[in-house]
């Protein structure tokens, strides 16, 4: 397969070339995924004959595609030294982070404000891009064709607002980090990340 004609779609160039080169040299077998709303990407470690898998998102914009598909090659770079034994997002995988997001720094492939963001990220990553709330809210900013959408947390408590799936809640109050919402009419409680992209009706 051409990693590099298939990955120019989805990052800048120069950045596909080196991407190309890591799947090349670890023998990793990437796949650009549908869209999965809790997560961005994926690493899985050699098992039963197969070797390291990755897969992104297809759905994200060049950036949350880049520091994504860096996040899952830190995955495996931490798995290569450590196996099993070192914690999914402990310290090694941390500082395997900072190290492969540096050539893409010295690139100077992002904008000012993500740069901001990922440096702040970067100075202790969680588990990931889209659970870090001040990196996440950036990288959306940068999104196209989505212009119809909002984030629940933007809405006004008692907000109507409509799902993907075509199902429709009321906001609610914020808990610890969920909003409490009722879905219409059967009156059920979900939780909603304050990240959740919504259509609004009211």
Not at 9 to 24: G, K, R, S
Not at 39 to 48: Q, T
Not at 95 to 117: C, G, H, T, Y
Not at 189 to 199: D, H
């Amino acid at each position: 397969m051409d990693h590099l004609s298939i990955l120019k779609d989805y990052v800048p160039l120069e950045a596909a070339q080196l991407l190309t080169q890591w799947i090349t040299d670890s023998s990793c077998q990437f796949t650009i995924s549908g869209n999965r709303r809790s997560k961005f990407g994926d690493y899985r470690p050699p098992f039963k004959g197969k070797g390291h898998r990755i897969s992104v998102n297809y759905n994200l914009n060049q950036y949350a595609f880049l520091i994504t598909t860096v996040h899952e090659f830190a995955h495996l770079k931490t798995w290569k030294e450590h196996k099993n034994r070192a914690k999914p997002h402990g310290l090694s995988w941390k500082n395997n982070f900072k190290v492969l997001m540096e050539p893409f720094f010295a690139m100077n492939l992002f904008p000012e404000d993500i740069k901001s963001a990922v440096s702040l990220y970067l100075s202790n990553p969680g588990a990931s891009s889209c659970t870090d709330l001040n990196l996440f809210r950036t990288l959306q900013k940068y999104d196209e064709g989505k212009k119809e959408h909002v984030i629940l947390e933007q809405l006004p408590e008692n907000s109507t607002f409509v799902i993907s799936t075509g199902r429709v809640f009321e906001k609610g109050q914020k808990l610890r980090k969920r909003y409490r919402c009722i879905e219409k009419p059967s009156g059920k409680i979900y939780l909603f990340n304050p990240l959740a992209e919504v259509k609004i009706l009211s």
